[in-house]
């Protein structure tokens, strides 16, 4: 009898704890990672096909398992591990979503250039799976680790064209770019480790800094500035656009997704009580984003080049909502314009790649008299286009307005007033090209569009751009009474970080 009592007093195995298998989304991508490596092999790479079903099927059973275990309330995984609530949970979606529609996107485009398909499917998916980790992590050598899977995976995804200059430039570069920001932030997390007496918690951290009173000290503004500027640095901004087209549209979303969720809880945890020191930090780079971006896109004659740059723009108006540090309003006109630019970002650039595969350029005076020869490949980027220069009474203009507003309202008076300036200048480079396809005419530059998908292992795979831009269009361009019930969704379950 005592030893039928100490065995159900026994905890179960570690995987079967209710926490623990709220891990099973991650899961399910790494379970699809192993098997591709195996079919890969099996097949030496000939049934790409099958390969893009792996891919594809282990990121929708995520998505579903992701829903099945859906938790409003915080769960702890394991003693001081990460822990699982509704914001984890949002922003574990949007990942999941991101590399879901960059695969589908990218199947035409990896078939008929011949690319490495087995690289491609494992980078996009790592990366998405390391994003996932920072958006629940509790301690700074988990966020740490977490965003450098995604960097990591990030950098070799930008080169896998390893015969193309550009892109290997491009990895040259961002690993340069990104091994400096690491350094910076793993120097500004060493120095909250040793100011709050040698703890990783974030909570620890905050009551250490406390107890130390060391919470104004120069230390601390020292370790805001390494932290801000090492994360400011982590989403890939330039010079991604070297990459090929369908990598440029993962990261022009992933990381979107990805430093806002890491930055949320790391700045509302840790940096709650010395709020001036970061604010004023963030606020100086949501402006500096807004106006560098867009004024640099304007510049641009290539129409991936302008998209990658345009994003730049985005995250500033993203940490708008992070800088009203309300999880009912500010944080919900994040999670609603973080969901909107998503699919307004991969509904363009389907349209960009479809284009790209047709014509052989991304040069933007090649878009002239567009109308006139394929309506259909029109219409994607001319709405998604609109919607993300917010252009009413499309998704993106409702969704610009509501994250405006409550920055306003939580008294970001320095930030505020820029964003709908600097929104202007992205109207004008946008309609500058809606223009060229509707009303000009073609002339002895413009090249003649034709189906360069002429293979039958590529025919057969054809519609995959047509189905993300079926997906992307509805979702990027629905109206403000669509837009609502989002909204409404996200404030009633959106209560913790």
């Given at each position: 009898?005592?030893?039928?009592?100490?065995?159900?007093?026994i905890?179960?195995?570690?995987?079967?704890?209710?926490?623990?298998?709220?891990?099973?989304?991650?899961?399910?991508?790494?379970l699809?990672?192993?098997?591709?490596?195996?079919?890969?092999?099996?097949?030496?790479?000939?049934?790409?096909?099958?390969?893009?079903?792996?891919?594809?099927?282990?990121?929708?059973?995520?998505?579903?398992?992701?829903?099945?275990?859906?938790?409003?309330?915080?769960?702890?995984?394991?003693?001081?591990?990460?822990?699982?609530?509704t914001?984890?949970n949002?922003?574990?979606?949007?990942?999941?979503?991101?590399?879901l529609?960059?695969?589908?996107?990218?199947?035409?485009?990896?078939?008929?250039?011949?690319?490495?398909?087995?690289?491609f499917?494992?980078?996009?998916?790592?990366?998405?799976?390391?994003?996932?980790?920072?958006c629940?992590?509790?301690?700074?050598i988990?966020?740490f680790?977490?965003?450098e899977?995604?960097?990591?995976s990030?950098?070799l995804?930008?080169?896998?064209?390893?015969?193309d200059?550009?892109?290997?430039?491009?990895t040259m570069?961002?690993l340069?770019?990104g091994?400096?920001?690491?350094?910076?932030?793993a120097?500004?997390?060493?120095?909250?480790?040793g100011?709050?007496g040698?703890?990783?918690?974030?909570?620890?951290i905050?009551?250490?800094?406390?107890s130390?009173?060391?919470?104004?000290?120069?230390?601390?503004?020292?370790?805001?500035?390494?932290?801000?500027?090492?994360?400011?640095?982590?989403?890939?901004l330039?010079?991604?656009h070297?990459?090929?087209?369908?990598?440029?549209?993962?990261?022009?979303?992933?990381?979107k997704?990805?430093?806002?969720?890491?930055?949320?809880?790391?700045?509302?945890?840790?940096?709650?009580?010395?709020?001036?020191?970061?604010?004023?930090?963030l606020?100086?780079?949501a402006?500096?984003?807004m106006?560098?971006?867009n004024?640099?896109?304007?510049?641009?004659?290539?129409?991936?080049?302008?998209?990658?740059?345009?994003?730049?723009s985005q995250?500033?108006?993203?940490?708008?909502?992070?800088?009203?540090?309300?999880?009912?309003?500010?944080?919900?006109s994040?999670?609603?314009?973080?969901f909107?630019?998503?699919?307004?970002?991969?509904?363009?650039?389907?349209?960009i790649t479809?284009?790209?595969?047709?014509?052989?350029?991304?040069?933007?005076?090649?878009y002239?008299?567009?109308?006139?020869?394929?309506?259909?490949?029109?219409?994607?980027?001319?709405?998604?286009?609109l919607s993300?220069?917010?252009?009413p009474?499309?998704?993106?203009f409702?969704?610009k307005?509501?994250l405006?507003?409550?920055?306003?309202?939580?008294?970001?008076?320095?930030?505020?007033?820029i964003?709908?300036?600097?929104?202007?200048?992205?109207?004008?480079?946008?309609?500058?090209?809606?223009?060229?396809?509707?009303?000009?005419?073609?002339?002895k530059?413009?090249i003649?569009?034709e189906?360069?998908?002429?293979?039958?292992?590529?025919s057969n795979?054809?519609?995959?751009?047509e189905?993300?831009m079926?997906?992307c269009?509805?979702?990027?361009?629905s109206s403000?009474t669509?837009?609502?019930?989002?909204?409404?969704?996200?404030k009633?379950?959106?209560?913790?970080?």
């Amino acid at each position: 009898m005592n030893l039928l009592c100490t065995m159900n007093s026994i905890d179960p195995p570690f995987f079967f704890h209710h926490g623990n298998s709220l891990i099973l989304p991650e899961c399910s991508i790494i379970l699809g990672l192993i098997t591709i490596v195996i079919v890969d092999l099996i097949s030496k790479g000939k049934d790409t096909l099958l390969l893009h079903r792996i891919s594809l099927t282990s990121l929708v059973t995520s998505i579903v398992l992701l829903f099945c275990q859906w938790e409003t309330k915080s769960v702890s995984i394991a003693y001081g591990s990460p822990q699982i609530n509704t914001f984890n949970n949002i922003f574990r979606l949007l990942l999941l979503i991101c590399p879901l529609l960059s695969v589908l996107s990218s199947i035409d485009y990896v078939r008929c250039t011949k690319t490495a398909l087995t690289e491609f499917s494992l980078f996009i998916s790592t990366a998405g799976l390391g994003g996932m980790f920072p958006c629940r992590a509790d301690d700074s050598i988990t966020i740490f680790v977490a965003l450098e899977c995604l960097s990591l995976s990030s950098y070799l995804l930008s080169g896998y064209t390893k015969r193309d200059i550009r892109s290997n430039e491009a990895t040259m570069k961002f690993l340069l770019m990104g091994g400096a920001s690491s350094s910076i932030l793993a120097y500004g997390f060493s120095l909250l480790y040793g100011l709050s007496g040698g703890n990783i918690q974030l909570d620890d951290i905050v009551a250490g800094l406390v107890s130390t009173q060391m919470y104004h000290s120069i230390g601390i503004s020292i370790s805001i500035t390494c932290i801000v500027v090492g994360m400011g640095f982590k989403p890939p901004l330039v010079p991604f656009h070297q990459s090929p087209t369908p990598v440029v549209a993962f990261f022009s979303v992933a990381s979107k997704v990805a430093a806002p969720a890491s930055s949320t809880r790391l700045f509302g945890i840790t940096f709650s009580y010395p709020s001036g020191e970061w604010h004023i930090a963030l606020g100086i780079l949501a402006t500096s984003s807004m106006i560098s971006g867009n004024l640099i896109a304007v510049t641009q004659t290539s129409m991936k080049r302008m998209l990658a740059y345009s994003p730049i723009s985005q995250i500033g108006y993203i940490i708008i909502g992070i800088l009203a540090a309300d999880p009912e309003n500010g944080y919900a006109s994040m999670i609603t314009y973080t969901f909107i630019h998503i699919f307004m970002n991969l509904g363009t650039f389907s349209g960009i790649t479809l284009f790209g595969l047709r014509t052989g350029t991304d040069n933007i005076r090649y878009y002239a008299g567009l109308y006139m020869k394929d309506p259909v490949l029109t219409f994607s980027p001319v709405l998604c286009l609109l919607s993300l220069g917010g252009i009413p009474p499309l998704a993106g203009f409702f969704g610009k307005l509501y994250l405006f507003w409550h920055g306003w309202k939580a008294g970001l008076y320095p930030s505020v007033p820029i964003a709908p300036i600097t929104s202007v200048i992205s109207i004008y480079y946008y309609l500058k090209i809606i223009k060229l396809m509707f009303t000009e005419k073609n002339d002895k530059s413009t090249i003649h569009i034709e189906d360069r998908l002429v293979s039958s292992s590529t025919s057969n795979s054809k519609s995959s751009i047509e189905i993300a831009m079926i997906v992307c269009v509805p979702a990027s361009t629905s109206s403000g009474t669509s837009i609502d019930p989002i909204i409404g969704i996200t404030k009633n379950t959106l209560f913790q970080i």
